[in-house]
């Protein structure tokens, strides 16, 4: 999902672009103003910034807890190999272990 400020060939300054699956579908807005324009344009990136931060630390976590998962199913201590076949993904991602 990304968002064209200023759309080639619009010539309105008050339109602006958001697009998804790598601009397959363009949905072209008019605001009511420049301004209004400049509004909604800066919010929208912040949201979008937020969601790709979001995402970024995600799979950082995601990718931490594979490897953790790699070295200790690997190692000869087969207490805590036991206790990570308990771990699970709860509703809202996080992950939970129980002993």
């Given at each position: ?11 309105a300054?008050?339109?602006?672009e958001?697009w998804?699956?790598?601009?397959e ?13 400049v ?8 949201l ?6 979001y995402?970024?630390?995600s799979?950082?976590r995601t ?7 790699t070295?200790?199913a690997?190692s000869?201590n ?6 990570l076949?308990?771990?699970r993904?709860t509703s ?6 129980s002993?």
């Amino acid at each position: 999902m990304g968002i064209t400020e200023d759309p080639k060939g619009s010539g309105a300054s008050k339109e602006f672009e958001i697009w998804i699956q790598g601009r397959e579908k363009v949905f072209l807005f008019q605001a009511a103003s420049r301004e209004v324009k400049v509004v909604w344009v800066n919010e929208i990136k912040k949201l979008l910034m937020e969601q790709l931060q979001y995402l970024r630390e995600s799979k950082a976590r995601t990718t931490t807890f594979s490897e953790t998962v790699t070295l200790t199913a690997s190692s000869s201590n087969g207490k805590r190999a036991r206790k990570l076949d308990k771990v699970r993904s709860t509703s809202n991602g996080h992950l939970s272990a129980s002993q």
